[in-house]
Structure formats: C-alpha cells, structure tokens
C-alpha cells in the first residue's frame, strides 16, 4: 500500500503533474505550509509580487500570453479578499486560473477566526467554480478538478479554499489522472448540420460580415481565421478582445466595431445582410441600442458558451462550438464568395471617415502608437484600462506573432502593468509593451518592485494627460464640462468650477521618472513627436524595465464614439 | 411573464443551495419559490424551483444553471404532466365553538386535515397545490383575526401515467 504524504506534498505533486512551472505566492500564516513545501523542493518558480491584487493579474497576463493556467496562491482573509477584482477580471475575459487561498483550521471556521473570510461565499459569482477542501481525502480529486475546469470549455477561473490543517494533514499521496465531473460537460464537438445552416446564410449573401471576438484568440486559431476570411473573401470586423484574430493590415480587415470601433467596421455591421459571428457575447460596447443592432442582418452565433447565445441579441442561426473547431470545419466548405462591390463600398466608407488623429499641434497618441508600430512589429502589448487602451485597440497593428492582452470584459484599472509582467514572466524571449495611462499605473504602481526582483523587462509607455481621460472625456461631452474628480492634479486650493488646465495648474504628481529611479529602473519623458522614435530605440536598448512617459494632451478625446445606449452608426466623429 | 417550473438535481455539498439561490438574486431573476431535499442517491439533491418570466428570460435561467459545474440536470416542469404538493400549516387561534365547528367544514371541503385542536385553536395540516394553498389562506384571512401560517414551497415529480398528460392543468393549479 502507498504511503500516506501530507497535504502540501501532495499539492506541490500536482503541480508539477500539470506541468506548472511558475506560481505567483505572496506569504501568509495559513499558506506558510504551502510556501514552505514549494521552497524545499525547489523546482517551481515562486513569483513574489507586492500586492495580491498585482499578484493576480500577472498570473492572468502569464496565462493569456502562455495560454497555461495561471497558478496563485495567497493567504487566508485580506490575502483572499485582495485576489477578488482579478478573479472577476479572469471570469471576464475566460483565463484559465488556479487560485489557492490559505484558509484557518476546519475547526476554527466560523469562528471569525483571525484572518478567517467565507472567499468561497464571497466570489461565488465571479468564479467559474470554488470550493473548500473540507476533507483531506478529496484534495487530491479537487486539484484535479480544478485545473481540468479552469482549461476547458470556456476557461476561467478557479478558487481552492484550504484550510491549514488540510495542509499538514496525511492522506492518499495519488494524484488522480483522470477526472469525472458528472455535472461538468464542456462542448467539445460541432453540431455539423447547424454550421451548415450557418454556412448556407452566409454564402448567399450579398454582404456577407465575420464579426470575431475575442472566442478565436482563446482557441489560438487565428491562422484558421485568416484562412477562412482569405478563402471566403467575406470582410471582417473584430471586437476588442478579438482584435489580433487576423492581421490587421489584411484587405479584407475591417477594424474594430463598438462604442470606439472604426467607423467603416460600425456601418458595415449596420448594413450587412448576414454577420457570422464568433466566440463573442453581443456585449453593450459591441451592440449599443439593441433594436438598431445589424437591423438589416441574420445572423449566425457560434460561442463555447450556450448561455451567451440568444442572450442579449435573439440570433438566426445558434451553434454552441469552440471556435477553433467551427473554423477547421468551416474551412472544409469554404468557397470564395463575390464581394468586390460590398469590400469597395466598405472601403469607401473608411474613404469618408478615416481612423485618424489631428496632425496639427503637437504629439498626439496615433503618433505614439504608430512608433511603436514601427519599433515592434512582434512582440505583446498589454493595456490597462481607459482612453489608452482604446486608442491602442484602435491603432496597434497585429501582424502573425503578435499579441494583444487587455482588460475587456471587466475593465480593470490597475490590470495592464502587472499583467505585462506576467506575460513577460512566461514569454522570456518577446518583448512585452505595456500601455498605460497615468490613472491605471498608478493602481499597483508597487509591482515595479516585482519586475525588478524578477528581472523581467517590461517597456512600460504611460501616455500621461494628467487626468482620468475616459470619464473626462464623457464629462466634455455629455457633463457640461463639470470636470468632477477626474484632473489629477487638483487640490483643495483650486477653484471649484475649474474648466481645464491652465498654466497656473499645481504640478502632477508623482514623477514618474523620478519614480523608476527609486525602484531602480530608469524612465525618460517625451513631449515631442521628434522624441518618439529616438526614446522607443532607446528602450529597447535597455536591459531592464523602463518607463517611457508620454506627455498627452488633457483635452485629446477617443473617436468615433458612440454614446452609451445609442445605435452603432450614430457616431461622434469629430 | 408567467410561472414555470424547474427540477434541478445538484450536488449534495455545502454552498450549493447558495450558488443557485445567488444566481437569482444576482441576474435579477424572480424566484417564486425554491425547495430542497436529498434524493434516492445521497450524494445528490433535488431542487423544485418556481420562476415568474418571460420566455427569453427564461431560456436564459435554464442556460445559467446548466453551466454550473455543481448542477447534474435541469429539467423543465412547465409543460410537463407533474403532480406538485405543498405542505401548509395554519393554527387559528380565538375560535369560539362556531368557529371550530366551521373550520371542520372547510378542512373537509379542501381535503385537508385537523392536526391538532385546543380550547380556542385549531391547527389545519395541508398538502394541497399552492394555488389552493392560496385559496385557504384567502379563505381563513376574511373569516378570523388571529391566524399562524407556515407554508414549504412546492415539490414537484413527472407523472407516470398517461392520463395525467390531458389534466396536467388540475395537477397545477
């Protein structure tokens, strides 16, 4: 008979059996045990962020670029409750997660032990399933379980509540190869007749529209996708999760549709006779006023996920797939299709209404961004939350190889530096651009501490315009100017109907360079569009991570823009 | 929007009553009434739920809880032939001999039984449908002051024989 092992020998057996070489810890009374275990085996990497909420979001980084689970572990009450804004992210944006809270002794729950929360109570909504081991027989099953769930199906995130004494205890030293969960069936196969049905929609069309979300770059069949686009000819506009789905340069690529989509991707949507859609939810940022959305289309659904289906908009034809395998099977059939005149009028409408930047004072985002269009034309961008973020979606261009990681779903401020340290964790050899604003950075600045002690060099391009830009630009338009907490420069001694910046303005703080300097790294400011290039080159000289401060106009706004609520054509445009 | 009927088998483990129960809450759904028990196999438990939608709402309550890990199977009771009880209990209390006499008549009317009786109370014991359940209640609420009622929430099972499937109204109601 084997012998019995404790508790946390049996954790760290199966991490290594599902080939986990990174975890993100940061310590605590209730997972001492855990930590102690990883340490003297000494195999598996231990990142130590600053903050568990840094913590969670570079294990979220680290999964989307290595498309691996991304392991936490973290402590029992604040350490637990800290992980909850990334487990809602992860749930989100479908990352595959294991997140292991320390938790007090079995006997002490309920007890409002010291450091005791109910996590399992508390994210119940924002998991894809948790559960406390109450018994050390099942840690083993429950492992298993949890890694099993997190990668399947439409991935996400998994919380495994453990209570001290599991930890220590002795039990079955097997780590189980199989599983069965009898109420946990992920879609695995394609329902051939119904894609069929899809396919037959879409070839009769006379303005035929792939609108892709972010389902394809889940499924990394993006190759596919391009395939099918060049073998169809039918346009394709992306989601901001699906942006990277295809080359972004391709003819047939639309751009981006939504509230701050291209304005040619918003009217093709409106005008299209059948939008074939796949691996997206409708969200509101895509749809906008639902009886206005693709009034003139039917349309074809595919998604992982049944409950996404039919949700938010009622759809022709529904296919409950992964993307990857709806595409491969999609190729089988694919014929080209006629759409000179419908790609020549999309084009026309891209004529009329261009993505583009004024060129006439100063550096403006699209500068910045097409640099580093020119500096990187691999590598990952990672964006935080805000006017950047949409400005990137709107400008990076993604070429085979390229990788777009962002906060779609939940819109985490905070999310963008320490998920580019993740992936940069996982992706040793590609360079890894965060994008950030000067809001989002500032929310877990502290994990510069981590991108030193762990030597991974992040490129870290804040576009500073001294204020929450995003809401300052809905204040502009709809708030008649009344800048409510959104300049960041503001204190108690500035006049309270202040209408934007003017020269007598206090400073803006912190220095961001300065900033770096304290953590060790280095930083350098640019004001002008003649030190883009020279600034970028630099950085990518640099050994270590570096902060490249962009100093952005305050009033600089993202455009198109479609009012929260409003049909997707109706769109501000200037 | 109307009421529908949902049998739910889950896992027999803690939390999961409140992973189903948060599901309502959070999504905003309208739940009637939810009840619970373990089944012949008792490592799963059976949930009968009632739901007032519309039917995309409810399309959606069906997705939602059959994407949950813990969930085994979602059936759909709303055009099925089901018999469905509810236990009630209702103490009348300040019952002058008139009033017991009548409340001995109606339990005989609505087929239910006297459970217990006091000097001036009387306890009724029901295993009626909810709607009837309502009924007495409406019933017992105009004719005396002081009354006591505890009621469970429906449970549901699938009729077995045929002749059910023409009445599943009677069953309902």
Redo the contacts between chains.
């Keep these: 008979m084997a012998m019995d092992i404790a508790g946390r020998k049996l954790f760290v057996k199966a991490l290594l059996e599902e080939g986990v070489d990174t975890v993100f810890g940061y310590p605590g009374g209730m997972v001492t045990d855990l930590m102690d275990e990883l340490y003297r085996h000494g195999e598996i990497s231990l990142v130590l962020p600053r903050h568990e909420q840094g913590l969670i979001h570079e294990a979220e980084g680290y999964a989307k670029a290595t498309g691996k689970v991304g392991v936490c572990i973290v402590t029992s009450g604040p350490g637990a409750t800290n992980i909850i804004t990334g487990l809602a992210d992860a749930h989100y944006d479908n990352i595959p997660l294991v997140c292991v809270t320390g938790q007090v002794s079995l006997n002490m729950i309920g007890n409002d032990a010291f450091q005791e929360v109910d996590i399992?109570?508390m994210t119940?909504?924002v998991t894809?399933?948790?559960?406390?081991v109450?018994d050390r027989k099942d840690l083993g099953r429950i492992l298993k379980m949890a890694f099993h769930?997190a990668r399947t199906g439409k991935p996400g995130p998994v919380l495994i509540d453990l209570p001290k004494d599991i930890q220590t205890a002795l039990g079955p030293g097997e780590y189980p190869e199989t599983v069965a969960?009898?109420?946990?069936k992920p879609s695995e196969g394609v329902h051939v007749g119904q894609l069929k049905r899809g396919y037959k929609l879409l070839k009769a069309a006379k303005k035929p529209l792939f609108l892709i979300g972010g389902g394809v770059n889940i499924a990394r069949a993006n190759d596919k996708m391009e395939e099918l686009m060049e073998r169809t000819r039918v346009p394709v506009v992306t989601t901001v999760m699906g942006k990277g789905a295809v080359p972004t340069d391709h003819p047939y690529y639309v751009g981006n549709s939504g509230m701050h989509g291209r304005y040619a991707a918003n009217m093709a949507v409106g005008e299209c006779d059948v939008l074939f859609s796949i691996g997206t939810r409708f969200n509101d940022r895509i749809t906008g006023d639902l009886n206005e959305f693709a009034p003139n289309a039917q349309i074809v659904h595919v998604d992982i996920?049944?409950?996404s289906i039919?949700?938010n908009v009622?759809v022709d034809v529904p296919i409950v797939a992964d993307a990857g395998l709806a595409i491969e099977k999609l190729l089988e059939w694919a014929e080209p299709q006629e759409t000179g005149a419908w790609l020549a009028q999309i084009r026309a409408w891209d004529e009329e209404n261009p993505l583009e930047m004024r060129r006439d004072r100063g550096m403006t985002p699209q500068m910045i961004l097409e640099q580093i269009n020119r500096e990187f034309p691999e590598g990952i961008v990672v964006t935080d939350v805000g006017q950047h973020q949409m400005w990137a979606s709107q400008y990076i261009e993604m070429k085979k190889g390229k990788q777009f990681i962002t906060s779609g779903g939940l819109g985490t401020m905070g999310f963008g530096f320490p998920a580019a340290i993740g992936a940069k964790i996982g992706c040793p050899d590609r360079e890894v651009i965060c994008i950030s604003g000067d809001g989002g950075m500032q929310m877990n600045i502290q994990e510069l501490a981590t991108a030193m002690t762990q030597g991974v060099k992040v490129i870290v391009c804040i576009f500073n315009n001294h204020c929450l830009g995003m809401v300052r630009q809905m204040q502009q338009l709809f708030y008649g100017k009344r800048y409510a907490a959104t300049c960041l420069r503001r204190r108690k001694s500035c006049p309270g109907d202040c209408k934007g910046p003017q020269e007598a303005c206090p400073p803006y703080e912190p220095d961001f360079v300065k900033l770096a300097e304290s953590y060790g790294a280095s930083g350098v400011r640019v004001r002008t569009e003649e030190e883009i290039a020279p600034a970028l080159e630099w950085a990518k000289g640099e050994a270590q991570t570096v902060f490249l401060e962009f100093m952005v106009a305050t009033d600089e706004l993202v455009l198109p823009m479609v009012k929260s609520g409003n049909p997707m054509t109706e769109m501000i445009l200037k | 929007m109307k009421n529908r009927w949902i049998a739910l088998y889950v896992e027999n483990q803690v939390g999961v009553l409140a992973k189903v129960s948060g599901l309502f809450s959070g999504k905003s759904y309208n739940l009637q009434s939810l009840t619970v028990g373990t089944t012949e196999d008792e490592t799963v438990s059976r949930m009968t739920i009632c739901v007032t939608s519309d039917d995309v709402t409810f399309e959606q309550i069906k997705k939602q809880l059959n994407r949950m890990v813990e969930v085994i199977k979602v059936i759909d009771l709303t055009d099925m032939p089901i018999h469905m009880k509810e236990i009630l209990f209702a103490k009348v209390r300040n019952c002058s001999v008139e009033d017991k006499a009548e409340l001995f008549q109606i339990a005989q009317v609505f087929h239910v039984e006297v459970a217990d009786i006091g000097t001036d109370s009387v306890l009724l014991e029901c295993k009626l449908t909810e709607r009837r359940n309502n009924e007495l209640i409406d019933l017992l609420r105009s004719k005396y002051k002081n009354i006591e009622i505890v009621r469970g929430g429906a449970v549901a099972i699938e009729s077995i024989s045929t002749s059910c499937a023409g009445r599943s109204e009677y069953f309902r109601k």
Excluded at chain 1, 128 to 132: D, L, N, S
Excluded at chain 1, 181 to 184: K, L, N, Q, V
Aim: hydrophobic share 30%.
């Design positions: 399992v109570g119940r909504s894809k399933y948790g559960v406390t109450r769930i969960i009898r109420g946990y996920d049944t409950a039919s949700r009622v």
